[in-house]
C-alpha cells in the first residue's frame, strides 16, 4: 500500500498570519491583531497564555499602527495572493488550507448584512485556485475571531455566539460552496484552555476566580456551534465534507514509573476527548466524571446533546508537530511546544524554539487516531520554524528542513502501509509567516521565503529555497521520492 492516487498534497496557511490588510475594505478588528511580538516568550506564557487583560485590549485598539501588532501586516497575502497560488501550483500542490477571517465578513460578528468587499475577496482567491487546480480546505475560525465579540460578550462564554457562528457559516457556504468541498470549523479546538484569548475571545479577569468553568463553557458553546455548522454545510453544498480539528499532543511516560504512566494516559484522554465529542457525538464518561469533579457545572439547552450526536464531523484535521512527555517528579527540565509544555524527551532533538523532533511519534499519532476513532485522517499542520540564510547569490539553503520532512514523511508512508486511511498532508507553512505565539517572522516555516524582517522592513519579495524543489518532486512522485 502507498498513498492514494488522488492524495492531497499541499500546504496551510492562516488569514491572521499571511492577510495583512487589517483595517482595509471593511475589515474590522480580530483578536489577532492584539497580538504582540514576543521574541523571547518564556516558559511559564507558553504553559498559561493567559497575559491579555483589558487594558492591553484598550491599548492595543487605540495604538492603530503595526509596529509591535505583527500579524496586522503579515506577509501581504491580500495583495500577492496571485504571485504566491503561482508558487504553490508551480510546486504541484493539490490542495491549500486556509481560514477566512470572520471580521473581514461580519466586522463586528453581529450585523446584518455581510461585508462585501471580504466576500469578494475571498471568491477571488477561490477562483484563483480553482484556475490552477488547487483544492482548498477552508476553515472557518482560525485564531481570528471578531474582537468586538470578545470585548461585548467575553467571547464563546457567551452562547449567542453559536448563533453569531453559525449565521457567518451558512453565508460562507452559500458564497463559496461552489468552490469549497471541504471544510473545517475551528482550528485546534482543544486549545481554549491554552489560550483562551487566542481561541475563544475570553478575557480571563473578566472571568473572576472561575476561568476554568468559562473555558469548559466556551468549549461546549463551541461544540454545539460546530455540529449546527456541520448540519448547514451538508445541507447547502451536496457532496460537502465537515471536519474537526485537534491540536495532536501526543504525549509519552518519561519513565515507566506507574505515576508517569498515569500523567501520559490522563494528558492523552484529555486530547482526544475533543475530538471524541465532534466525532462520536457524545462527551465521554470519563471526561463528565472530570467535570464534576472539578465542580464545572455546563449550561446547556435541553437539545444541545441531541445536536452533538445528529451532526459529527466526517473526518479528522490535526496538526503534529512534537510529541511530549509527563512526568512526576517536579525537578524534570521543561520545554516549550506548540503553545504547550512538557518534560523534555532526552532522545529527542530540538528546534531552535525548543520544540521537540519526533517523526516516529507522527507514525504512532496516525495510528492511535485511526483505531480510535475509523474516520478519514488528513494532517492539516506538520512542520518547523528555523533561521534561514539568504546567500550572496540569492540561494537558501535548508537541508534542515528538508531532512525534517523527509524523515516525518517516510513515517506517515508507513503508517499509510499499516493500513491508516489518509487523504492529504499540508505542511505548516508552505511560505514564511508571522509565528502564531511570538508573533516573530523571523521563526521561519516555509519552502517559499519573504523578505521581512522582525521589524516589517523588506521587500516581500518571494524566493525559492532549495525545499521548495525538494517538496515539487515528493509531490510529483505522490510521495515515493523522499530523496
Same mark, same amino acid.
Not at 78 to 96: C, Q, R
Given at each position: 500500500?502507498?498513498?492514494?492516487?488522488?492524495?492531497?498534497?499541499?500546504?496551510?496557511?492562516?488569514?491572521?498570519?499571511?492577510?495583512?490588510?487589517?483595517?482595509?475594505?471593511?475589515?474590522?478588528?480580530?483578536?489577532?491583531?492584539?497580538?504582540?511580538?514576543?521574541?523571547?516568550?518564556?516558559?511559564?506564557?507558553?504553559?498559561?497564555?493567559?497575559? &491579555?487583560?483589558?487594558?492591553?485590549?484598550?491599548?492595543?485598539?487605540?495604538?492603530?499602527?503595526?509596529?509591535?501588532?505583527?500579524?496586522? =501586516?503579515?506577509?501581504?497575502?491580500?495583495?500577492?495572493? *496571485?504571485?504566491?497560488?503561482?508558487? /504553490?501550483?508551480?510546486? $504541484? /500542490?493539490?490542495?491549500?488550507?486556509?481560514?477566512?477571517?470572520?471580521?473581514?465578513?461580519?466586522?463586528? $460578528?453581529?450585523?446584518?448584512? *455581510?461585508? @462585501?468587499?471580504?466576500?469578494?475577496?475571498?471568491?477571488?482567491?477561490?477562483?484563483?485556485?480553482?484556475?490552477?487546480?488547487?483544492?482548498?480546505?477552508?476553515?472557518?475560525?482560525?485564531?481570528?475571531?471578531?474582537?468586538?465579540?470578545?470585548?461585548?460578550?467575553?467571547?464563546?462564554?457567551?452562547?449567542?455566539?453559536?448563533?453569531?457562528?453559525?449565521?457567518?457559516?451558512?453565508?460562507?457556504?452559500?458564497?463559496?460552496?461552489?468552490?469549497?468541498?471541504?471544510?473545517?470549523?475551528?482550528?485546534?479546538?482543544?486549545?481554549? $484552555?491554552?489560550?483562551?484569548?487566542?481561541?475563544?475571545?475570553?478575557?480571563?479577569?473578566?472571568?473572576?476566580?472561575?476561568?476554568?468553568?468559562?473555558?469548559?463553557?466556551?468549549?461546549?458553546?463551541?461544540?454545539?456551534?460546530?455540529?449546527?455548522?456541520?448540519?448547514?454545510?451538508?445541507?447547502?453544498? *451536496?457532496?460537502?465534507?465537515?471536519?474537526?480539528?485537534?491540536?495532536?499532543?501526543?504525549?509519552?511516560?518519561?519513565?515507566?514509573?506507574?505515576?508517569?504512566? @498515569?500523567?501520559?494516559?490522563?494528558?492523552?484522554?484529555?486530547?482526544?476527548?475533543?475530538?471524541?465529542?465532534?466525532?462520536?457525538?457524545?462527551?465521554?464518561?470519563?471526561?463528565?466524571?472530570?467535570?464534576?469533579?472539578? $465542580?464545572?457545572?455546563?449550561?446547556?439547552?435541553?437539545?444541545?446533546?441531541?445536536?452533538?450526536?445528529?451532526?459529527?464531523?466526517?473526518?479528522?484535521?490535526?496538526?503534529?508537530?512534537?510529541? =511530549?512527555?509527563?512526568?512526576?517528579?517536579? @525537578?524534570? @527540565?521543561?520545554?516549550?511546544?506548540?503553545?504547550?509544555?512538557?518534560?523534555?524527551?532526552?532522545?529527542?532533538?530540538?528546534?531552535?524554539?525548543?520544540?521537540?523532533?519526533?517523526?516516529?511519534?507522527?507514525?504512532?499519532?496516525?495510528?492511535?487516531?485511526?483505531?480510535?476513532?475509523?474516520?478519514?485522517?488528513?494532517?492539516?499542520?506538520?512542520?518547523?520554524?528555523?533561521?534561514?540564510?539568504?546567500?550572496?547569490?540569492?540561494? &537558501?539553503?535548508?537541508?534542515?528542513?528538508?531532512?525534517? /520532512?523527509?524523515?516525518?514523511?517516510?513515517?506517515?508512508?508507513?503508517?499509510?502501509?499499516?493500513?491508516?486511511?489518509?487523504?492529504?498532508?499540508?505542511?505548516?507553512?508552505?511560505?514564511?509567516?508571522?509565528?502564531?505565539?511570538?508573533?516573530?517572522?523571523?521563526? =521561519?516555516?516555509? /519552502?517559499?521565503?519573504?523578505?521581512?524582517?522582525?521589524?516589517?522592513?523588506?521587500?516581500?519579495? =518571494?524566493?525559492?529555497?532549495?525545499?521548495?524543489?525538494?517538496?515539487?518532486?515528493?509531490?510529483?512522485?505522490?510521495?515515493?521520492?523522499?530523496?
Amino acid at each position: 500500500m502507498s498513498f492514494r492516487e488522488d492524495f492531497l498534497w499541499g500546504g496551510a496557511i492562516a488569514a491572521n498570519q499571511v492577510e495583512g490588510a487589517w483595517n482595509l475594505d471593511g475589515k474590522g478588528m480580530s483578536v489577532a491583531d492584539i497580538a504582540s511580538f514576543k521574541p523571547n516568550l518564556s516558559i511559564e506564557d507558553y504553559a498559561g497564555h493567559n497575559t &491579555i487583560t483589558n487594558q492591553m485590549i484598550a491599548d492595543a485598539i487605540e495604538d492603530q499602527t503595526t509596529s509591535i501588532y505583527p500579524k496586522r =501586516r503579515g506577509i501581504d497575502f491580500y495583495h500577492h495572493y *496571485p504571485e504566491d497560488i503561482a508558487l /504553490f501550483a508551480e510546486m $504541484g /500542490f493539490k490542495t491549500l488550507r486556509l481560514s477566512i477571517a470572520w471580521s473581514r465578513i461580519f466586522p463586528n $460578528g453581529e450585523e446584518e448584512v *455581510p461585508n @462585501e468587499k471580504g466576500l469578494a475577496f475571498y471568491e477571488n482567491v477561490f477562483k484563483e485556485l480553482k484556475k490552477c487546480n488547487i483544492e482548498p480546505i477552508v476553515t472557518l475560525s482560525h485564531y481570528e475571531m471578531p474582537l468586538a465579540l470578545s470585548t461585548k460578550y467575553n467571547g464563546w462564554v457567551d452562547r449567542r455566539l453559536i448563533d453569531c457562528f453559525v449565521n457567518y457559516a451558512k453565508v460562507c457556504f452559500e458564497r463559496f460552496g461552489k468552490y469549497v468541498k471541504y471544510w473545517l470549523t475551528f482550528n485546534e479546538i482543544d486549545s481554549v $484552555g491554552r489560550h483562551p484569548f487566542t481561541t475563544a475571545g475570553i478575557i480571563p479577569e473578566n472571568c473572576g476566580d472561575r476561568l476554568e468553568q468559562a473555558v469548559y463553557q466556551a468549549l461546549h458553546h463551541q461544540y454545539v456551534a460546530a455540529a449546527l455548522a456541520t448540519k448547514d454545510c451538508h445541507e447547502l453544498i *451536496p457532496g460537502s465534507q465537515m471536519g474537526c480539528m485537534l491540536t495532536k499532543l501526543t504525549t509519552y511516560p518519561n519513565t515507566c514509573h506507574p505515576a508517569d504512566v @498515569e500523567l501520559a494516559l490522563l494528558s492523552n484522554l484529555n486530547n482526544h476527548a475533543h475530538a471524541d465529542i465532534q466525532i462520536c457525538g457524545e462527551y465521554p464518561p470519563l471526561y463528565q466524571a472530570q467535570l464534576k469533579a472539578k $465542580g464545572i457545572q455546563l449550561t446547556m439547552e435541553p437539545d444541545d446533546l441531541k445536536i452533538l450526536k445528529a451532526h459529527t464531523a466526517d473526518y479528522l484535521a490535526f496538526s503534529y508537530y512534537m510529541s =511530549r512527555t509527563e512526568s512526576a517528579d517536579p @525537578e524534570k @527540565e521543561i520545554t516549550s511546544g506548540n503553545t504547550v509544555t512538557g518534560v523534555k524527551n532526552p532522545y529527542l532533538e530540538s528546534t531552535e524554539w525548543g520544540w521537540q523532533i519526533d517523526p516516529v511519534g507522527l507514525r504512532v499519532s496516525l495510528l492511535e487516531l485511526y483505531d480510535r476513532y475509523r474516520v478519514p485522517l488528513i494532517i492539516v499542520e506538520n512542520g518547523m520554524g528555523a533561521k534561514d540564510t539568504v546567500e550572496e547569490d540569492g540561494s &537558501i539553503h535548508d537541508p534542515y528542513r528538508i531532512n525534517y /520532512f523527509r524523515e516525518h514523511l517516510s513515517e506517515m508512508k508507513k503508517a499509510v502501509e499499516m493500513g491508516v486511511d489518509l487523504f492529504g498532508y499540508t505542511s505548516w507553512a508552505p511560505i514564511d509567516l508571522i509565528s502564531v505565539s511570538t508573533s516573530q517572522m523571523s521563526k =521561519r516555516y516555509g /519552502f517559499i521565503y519573504v523578505d521581512q524582517e522582525d521589524d516589517g522592513s523588506g521587500s516581500l519579495k =518571494r524566493s525559492k529555497k532549495d525545499s521548495f524543489y525538494w517538496y515539487k518532486q515528493v509531490i510529483a512522485s505522490n510521495g515515493e521520492d523522499l530523496e
